[in-house]
Antibody, heavy 122, light 113 residues
């Protein structure tokens, strides 16, 4: 079955960077974009951006421009999201999610990874 | 960016009754070229990632019980849960994908009355 498995929880200090991984299985990794969405404690879903595994192209929400990078290692079907200059406001669960349809830039998200808690604290 | 606004923020419904959640977009998410509304609904239970329920505004994802249905077009959409079950307690989100910049509604918390 299609599955996304993310790396474990992280504790970071303000100013640090964090890199979260998302390993895909059960489908052809290169055929579907990977998106990242985060959820602050008790809050709603905030879309961060997308990455195309074939081209490596990515697009980010304005809010994260300049401090986010989405990459991949296709040989191991794994996507990565790196966020820099962390503050306490970045404390959240970070989810990767597969595009619901391929060969398009317009899609729903399905399935989602289990989430990675990133805590930023001094 | 397209702003998605859900209503209500929370609601309590009795077991076996109907729950209705609304979602309004700041601009149309309908494409006449393929006659489709670029709108999805998700369910999120505590401690779990979101789960896709509906896409194209009204197409139920495989395995989703048929008591869940989606309707609407353009800027106004509704998620209806008929015959509410205890396991339906969750937060529900709408999402538009008519733009390369995906946006979600703020979520609606559904509880049992």
């Amino acid at each position: 079955q299609v599955q996304l498995v993310q790396s474990g929880a992280e504790v970071k200090k303000p100013g640090d960077s964090v890199k979260v991984s998302c390993k895909a299985s059960g489908y052809t990794f290169s055929n579907y974009d990977i998106n990242w969405v985060r959820q602050a404690p008790g809050q709603g879903l905030e879309w961060m951006g997308w990455m195309n595994p074939i081209s490596g192209n990515s697009g980010y929400a304005q809010k994260f421009q300049g401090r986010i990078s989405m990459t991949r290692n296709s040989s191991i079907s794994t996507a990565y999201m790196e966020l820099s200059s962390l503050t306490s406001e970045d404390t959240a669960i970070y989810y990767c999610a597969k595009a619901g349809q391929g060969a398009t830039i317009f899609y729903w998200l399905d399935p989602w990874g289990q989430g990675t808690l990133v805590t930023v604290t001094s | 960016d397209i702003v998605m606004t859900q209503s209500p923020d929370s609601l309590a419904v009795s077991l076996g009754e109907r729950a209705t959640i609304n979602c309004k977009s700041s601009q149309s998410v309908f494409y006449s070229s393929n006659d489709k509304n670029y709108l999805a609904w998700y369910q999120q239970k505590p401690g779990q990632p979101p789960k896709l329920l509906i896409y194209w505004a009204s197409t139920r994802e495989s395995g989703v019980p048929d008591r869940f249905s989606g309707s609407g077009s353009g800027t106004d959409f509704t998620l209806t849960i008929n015959s509410l079950q205890a396991e339906d307690v969750a937060v529900y989100y709408c999402q538009q994908y008519s733009s390369t910049l995906i946006t979600f509604g703020q979520g609606t918390r559904l509880e049992i009355k």
